[in-house]
């Protein structure tokens, strides 16, 4: 996301291209923007970009606001209202409105991050453990919040050990029409650095093994989706998918609910980081 911003930045502060005395017959400098401006309608952002590094034309055609409205979602004035004041986007054009989008916005108090898809038009989002309803977070002898490089928030949720694990949440949000996924950023063990390296605490972990974990999501319209899965392989960071969910109506806020639990009281579990919960356009496991 950072590289893609700093080229849409830098089509707007290039200098014009070299110009040679003379020509044999038009070249791409003497197109007329609306018909180069045609063609980049068709192209992704990133693309639109590089091409107006080519020349004057190609760079004017690449500002044109009715080519970056394309791009936006379709219902981009709800999300903005619920993304931003006002007058934090007053006087933006279209294509400021797809800068800032890009971004990770931060939102309802920095636990819910929120940023644009850039090549499937949706919406993505991240809620962070602090904006989870988690069972026992306040018991210092269950759960522990600590840092992490890893995470997008800078905090994870860990628990050592736990017979009642339940983990709930929930976001209203007015998402673009489409199918999204659920996931929830699992990592067995507990990553740290030591002298530069990373490495991974996995003493802690245990009955994960022995009954798998249920997911539920539901929405506001009444869809529903549940699943079970084994929570693995310690050291590494999974999105486990925990369901979809599809939105017909974008011109009215969606709320999804969404929950983990694993409440089988014949055993403990423990030894796992819990980081936040992922809703991407669905076939994108990431934004």
């Known amino acids: 996301m950072g590289s893609f911003l700093s080229l849409l ?29 045609m063609v980049l309608m068709n192209l992704d952002p990133i693309d639109i970009c590089r091409f107006a590094r080519l020349n004057q034309a190609f760079r004017g ?4 606001d009715f080519l970056w409205e394309l791009k936006l979602p379709g219902n981009w004035e709800k999300v903005i209202e619920r993304v931003w004041e006002e007058n934090e986007v007053k006087g933006l054009g279209k294509r400021g409105v797809f800068e800032a989008l890009c971004r990770g916005n931060l939102i ?11 090549s499937m038009g949706g919406m993505c989002l991240a809620i962070s453990a602090k904006g989870l309803t988690i069972t026992g977070i306040d018991d210092r002898r269950y759960w522990n919040h600590i840092p992490s490089e890893e995470s997008g928030f800078s905090t994870v949720a860990y628990v050592r050990q736990i017979w009642w694990f339940e983990v709930n949440g929930e976001v209203d ?14 990592h067995l063990g507990w990553a740290f650095k030591r002298f530069g390296r990373r490495q991974c605490n996995v003493e802690n972990i245990h009955g994960w093994d022995i009954k798998p974990v249920c ?3 539901s929405t506001s319209d009444g869809q529903k989706a549940i699943s ?25 806020s969606t709320r999804v609910k969404f929950s983990m639990t694993q409440i089988d009281c014949t055993h403990t579990k423990g030894g ?16």
């Open 9 to 37: 930045k830098s089509t707007i502060t290039l200098p014009p291209p070299p110009t040679t005395a003379a020509t044999n017959g038009a070249g791409l400098g003497e197109l007329p923007e609306s018909c180069v401006a």
């Open 61 to 64: 055609a690449a500002t044109a």
């Open 108 to 118: 309802d108090g920095g636990t819910k991050k929120v940023w644009l898809h850039m």
């Open 173 to 186: 949000f007015p998402f673009p029409a489409g199918t999204y996924s659920v996931f929830f950023r699992l």
């Open 215 to 217: 997911f539920q999501v």
């Open 228 to 252: 079970q899965c084994f929570v693995k392989e310690p050291g590494k960071w999974i999105n486990y998918h925990a369901g979809d969910f599809v939105v017909e109506n974008p011109n009215k």
């Open 272 to 287: 796992l980081c819990v980081d936040s919960v992922m809703i991407f356009p669905k076939s994108s496991r990431r934004c």
